[in-house]
Nanobody, 127 residues
């Protein structure tokens, strides 16, 4: 079965940190740009970060720039999202997905351009 499995979420106080992991199953991670997305209750799913297939370029939404860091370990079929200085507005379900068309992180892309969605991992930041 081709999918991602995300884990590492949890409950953390404002200002704290979490490290999310996204493990690929059933396909080779190496060929694809990978995006991290989040969806808060009642809101649309949005892309917050992306890393190119080689790992040499990244993208961050303004809302997380300077606080979140994306990285990847292709040999381990895993993409990470280090989240520091967390805020209550970061509370959401976090997902990763693959861009099956591009190796680089295209600009202006949304969830419809990505595939192989997992179930997500919940992050809750208390004030």
């Amino acid at each position: 079965q081709v999918q991602f499995v995300e884990f590492g979420g949890g409950l953390v106080q404002s200002g704290g940190s979490l490290r999310l992991s996204c493990v690929a199953s059933g396909f080779f991670l190496d060929y694809y740009a990978i995006g991290w997305f989040r969806q808060a209750p009642g809101k649309a799913r949005v892309r917050i970060s992306c890393i190119s297939s080689s790992g040499d370029s990244t993208y961050y939404a303004d809302s997380v720039k300077g606080r979140f860091t994306i990285s990847r370990d292709n040999a381990g079929s895993t993409v990470y999202l280090q989240m520091d200085s967390l805020k209550p507005e970061d509370t959401a379900n976090y997902y990763c997905a693959a861009d099956l068309v591009r190796r680089a992180c295209g600009s202006g892309l949304g969830p419809s351009q990505y595939d192989y969605w997992g179930q997500g991992t919940q992050v809750t930041v208390s004030s």
